[in-house]
């Protein structure tokens, strides 16, 4: 079977270095269970501490804490507890597809959770984490997303809807490339500028409820 870490409620496990938690060896991957609280303590520059195992944090007092540098989950997973990012961090999410099942995903300054090369699901979240999808990667909204955060859409990056009814609610866009479909965005104060081509389709909403502008 697979192997796994446990850490357990009222525990705290630190990261104070970049590194990798790998899974190499078989076709079973790795779980890492966090029933109690995973810090991202120290990170310089772009390098990330990476998590190749599934990542569940969804026991009763977990919670996700990434006060300096990036935490990378990449072997995919489930979150539906709290997550805070300190200004100048990144929560990423690539490799392998993860869910957001509720849970205050919050975020100082520009604190962001990313999403490039997986999807992404959001599901019940609120907050105030920045949200930035890039290169291939994917948020998909099932049900609501709400942040009082920037959504930065890039490259082709995409933001897509389980159906119509899924409402992205965003303090801000910065649409810079990528698609909108399905889902619905209702944005406060919106950019639209230069980059790669932007499509909005699939039933797709974009509601402007601030200032919006349209740039060269």
Same mark, same amino acid.
């Given at each position: 079977?697979?192997?796994?870490? +446990?850490? &357990? ?19 079973? +991957? ?20 990476e998590i190749e195992a599934i990542f569940d944090s969804t ?6 804490v990434v006060d300096a540098g990036n935490l990378k989950l990449s072997g995919g997973g489930t979150s539906?507890?709290? !997550? ?29 959770? &990313? ?17 930035? !999808? ?27 809807? !389980? ?11 910065? #649409? &810079? ?36 502008? #349209?740039?060269?």
């Open positions: 079977g697979s192997a796994k870490i +446990r850490n &357990e409620a009222g525990a705290t496990f630190t990261a104070s270095a970049d590194g990798k938690i790998a899974h190499d060896l078989d076709a079973n +991957r790795a779980t890492f269970t966090n029933a109690g609280t995973f810090k991202k303590a120290t990170g310089a520059g772009g390098a990330s501490t026991a009763a007092g977990a919670s996700v539906s507890k709290p !997550v805070s990012l300190a200004t100048g961090t990144k929560l990423q999410i690539a490799g392998n597809d993860f869910a957001f099942t509720g849970g205050a995903l919050n975020g100082i300054g520009t604190g962001a959770i &990313e999403v490039s090369g997986a999807t992404a699901t959001f599901g019940g979240t609120t907050g105030s984490a920045n949200l930035a !999808v890039n290169g291939t990667g994917t948020a998909k909204i099932n049900g609501s997303h709400s942040t009082s955060g920037k959504l930065t859409l890039s490259g082709t990056g995409k933001l897509d809807g !389980v159906s119509t009814a899924s409402t992205a609610t965003v303090g801000s866009l910065a #649409w &810079e490339g990528g698609d909108i479909t399905t889902a619905a965005v209702a944005s406060a104060g919106t950019t639209i500028g230069t980059g790669a081509a932007k499509k909005l389709y699939g039933g797709a909403q974009l509601n402007l409820s601030g200032p919006t502008q #349209w740039t060269a």
